[in-house]
């Protein structure tokens, strides 16, 4: 997932080509997408693996972190917004290696799916920022 963002691009434009990868190597590697954070399929205490994966888990980590700082919102927790990114993309991989996203929706292009829903993630980020920060409305 490393080579996702091109040298010199914002922390936001690397967050969303991460989770564009993130979803493209899902579809180009569905056995591997399904096997990885699920330990019924690995040895528990596969050492290699183990530091492999929280690698995997800090890059995200702190792409999130840095994604997050770039757009200015405040008040967001830095790890809910992880969760709630990284669970966009593993659910729209699933979706699509599963045959929903065709079955109800017809015919989609998942990149621009997942560029879409990066879309709507950041503007309710924002959203929800200005939201706290508006004064209240009179009663």
Avoid: C
């Avoid at 699920?38 to 972190?65: H, K, M, V």
């Avoid at 045959?99 to 292009?109: F, K, N, Y």
């Amino acid at each position: 997932m490393k080579e996702s963002g091109e040298p010199g691009d914002s922390a936001l434009e690397r967050y969303r080509a991460m989770g564009r990868s993130y979803v493209r190597f899902a579809i180009e590697n569905p056995a591997h997408f399904h096997i990885v954070g699920r330990p019924e399929f690995y040895s528990a205490g596969d050492e290699e693996f183990s530091r492999g994966y929280q690698e995997l888990f800090d890059t995200l980590s702190e792409a999130a972190a840095g994604a997050l700082r770039e757009t200015g919102v405040e008040g967001l927790d830095p790890q809910a917004f992880l969760i709630s990114t990284w669970a966009m993309a593993h659910g729209l991989a699933t979706l699509w290696l599963d045959g929903t996203l065709e079955d109800r929706i017809g015919p989609v292009d998942i990149e621009a799916v997942t560029a879409a829903a990066f879309d709507v993630v950041f503007a309710s980020s924002e959203g929800a920022t200005r939201e706290k920060s508006a004064p209240p409305k009179p009663g």
